[in-house]
């Protein structure tokens, strides 16, 4: 039988944030944030070693301390991939998960989820998840982004607007705005969690593309991999995750633990 290819699983943390400074540290029932994130993604059955990538002493001395593994990166870095992938070099494995590092209640199924197409397809080279969108709310929200995926599984577009756009239903609603977006059908929209499963090859590839046209309008960087003609592989999933944007986002994590 053939090697299960090896995967890592690498956080990205930062110290700065404009609306969260100091966010990895910040304390969920006892314990930091990036431990927390460190802890779940550490139970997932298909991840051999987890890694933090950080720029800052503060948090190297936060994850060595409970006994993690760190890596010191270059503050240069604009994006958490950047910094993935600066410690993913030195990584011996054949797929980087790339976990956000603000998701404390991360389930790890999903980082499970994100793995498990490469043992289908060794050519494969992303891989990320989809869940139904949850509300209109979400569905209207351009911080919410949304994905479109072909009969394969594969994605077509990545935007912060609602698609696919259901013509023939949203069109009355949206003409009639006195109807608001009551009777809006969603069933059909599926929301991107932004996990990602690279081969190591196509990690650094990425990295190396400039910035493209589309990712620059919707500053969404995974269009980058798109209009680059590298296909990403959707996974479903019903297993939603908790993002710590600003510091009153705590309050909806520590009701999880």
């Not at 798109?226 to 986002?249: A, F, Q, W, Y």
Request: charged content about 25%; overall charge negative.
């Amino acid at each position: 039988m053939p090697t299960e290819p090896r995967a890592v699983a690498v956080i990205p943390a930062r110290w700065e944030s404009s609306r969260f400074p100091g966010k990895p540290l910040a304390d969920i029932s006892g314990k930091s944030m990036v431990r927390r994130v460190v802890e779940q993604v550490a139970r997932a059955r298909r991840v051999s070693e987890v890694i933090v990538a950080t720029d800052d002493e503060r948090i190297v001395a936060e994850v060595t301390g409970f006994g993690g593994k760190v890596v010191m990166t270059s503050p240069e870095h604009l994006s958490g991939t950047d910094r993935v992938a600066e410690a993913a070099r030195s990584l011996d494995c054949q797929i980087v998960v790339n976990v956000q590092g603000d998701e404390p209640a991360i389930p790890p199924e999903n980082v499970d989820l994100a793995i498990e197409p490469f043992l289908d397809d060794p050519q494969l080279r992303v891989s990320t998840l989809m869940t139904p969108i949850a509300s209109v709310e979400d569905l209207l929200d351009p911080n919410v982004c949304k994905v479109v995926a072909d009969q394969n599984g594969f994605a077509l577009y990545f935007s912060r607007a609602p698609i696919p756009f259901h013509r023939d239903s949203w069109e009355k609603i949206f003409s009639n705005h006195s109807q608001g977006s009551r009777g809006l059908d969603y069933s059909n929209n599926f929301q991107h969690i932004g996990l990602y499963a690279y081969s190591s090859e196509c990690l650094q590839t990425f990295c190396e593309l400039p910035p493209s046209c589309l990712e620059s309008i919707e500053k969404l960087e995974q269009l980058r991999l798109l209009e680059n003609g590298i296909p990403i592989k959707m996974v479903k999933t019903d297993r939603h995750s908790i993002g710590v944007d600003c510091p009153e986002d705590i309050a909806k994590v520590l009701k999880y633990f």
